[in-house]
Nanobody, 125 residues
């Protein structure tokens, strides 16, 4: 059974930073592209970032490009999202997601097969 467990969310002031982590179990982590999505109150879930199974390819939403960095440690079965220069509009529940084996980076929610429960990020102005 695949499990994705996010952590690292919290309350931060605008301009601050946070690092989210997502620990994966029940799958051969190094074979799977991973991604981060977010859902703000009253809005649909949206793509944030994706990283290929080898870590060689990344993809970002325009809204976070240059501020957020996705990375992974295959030895620890963990994917990270480093968020800098946070803005109030970054406030959302952040979800970790995984694709099927050897699939590439993707920004479509439907491309992902596995989902975590989410972690809340709140940015105060």
């Amino acid at each position: 059974q695949v499990q994705l467990a996010e952590s690292g969310g919290g309350l931060v002031q605008a301009g601050g930073s946070l690092r989210l982590s997502c620990a994966a179990s029940g799958l051969t982590f190094s074979y799977h592209t991973m991604g981060w999505f977010r859902q703000a109150p009253g809005k649909e879930r949206e793509f944030v970032a994706s990283i290929g199974w080898s870590g060689g390819r990344t993809l970002y939403a325009d809204s976070v490009k240059g501020r957020f960095t996705i990375s992974r440690d295959n030895a620890k079965n963990t994917v990270y999202l480093r968020m800098n220069s946070l803005k109030p509009e970054d406030t959302a529940i952040y979800y970790c997601a995984g694709r099927s084996v050897y699939s590439g980076v993707a920004d479509r929610e439907t491309a992902y097969d596995y989902w975590g429960q989410g972690t809340q990020v709140t940015v105060s102005s």
